[in-house]
């Protein structure tokens, strides 16, 4: 199983799905949130904590130690391997809505703690 990400407008290859907590208008993708909403409480982060980083309310120094600390709470890999499972998938793309050059996002925080070999594309 290979798991990559980027954001909504991606062109990598295989089963994408939103790892947000909205999708753009006109987008049909499957959600996180919907297709396996035990790993959502870990993996999309709360609206609170996405307003607090985008009101300036927090720093994203503050921002990266909660997602952190709530990705602590899963194993991953075997989490990931059950995705793909559930989208009946072997490449999947975890998506979101920042821009791939935006260095504050989540994805790239998860992509980092993605099992070696899992690892695919990052955007």
């Known amino acids: 199983m290979n798991v990559h990400v980027g ?5 990598l290859l295989g089963k994408k799905i939103a790892i947000s907590n ?5 987008v049909k993708m499957r ?11 870990f993996i999309v982060p709360s609206w609170g904590l996405v307003k607090g980083f985008k009101d300036g ?3 994203w ?14 194993n991953l890999g075997k989490a990931l391997e059950k995705l793909g499972t559930l989208m009946e998938a072997d490449q999947i793309v975890l998506c979101c809505w920042e821009a791939k050059d935006d260095p504050h996002c989540h ?11 899992m690892k695919g594309e990052r955007e």
Do not use: C
């Open 7 to 11: 954001n909504f407008s991606t062109k």
């Open 22 to 26: 909205s999708v753009p208008n006109g």
């Open 31 to 41: 959600t996180l949130k919907r297709v396996f909403p035990t790993l959502a409480q």
């Open 57 to 59: 309310k927090i720093t």
């Open 61 to 74: 120094e503050v921002y990266t130690r909660i997602y952190l600390e709530q990705l602590q709470n899963v």
């Open 107 to 117: 994805r790239k925080l998860l992509y980092d703690l993605i099992p070696e070999d």
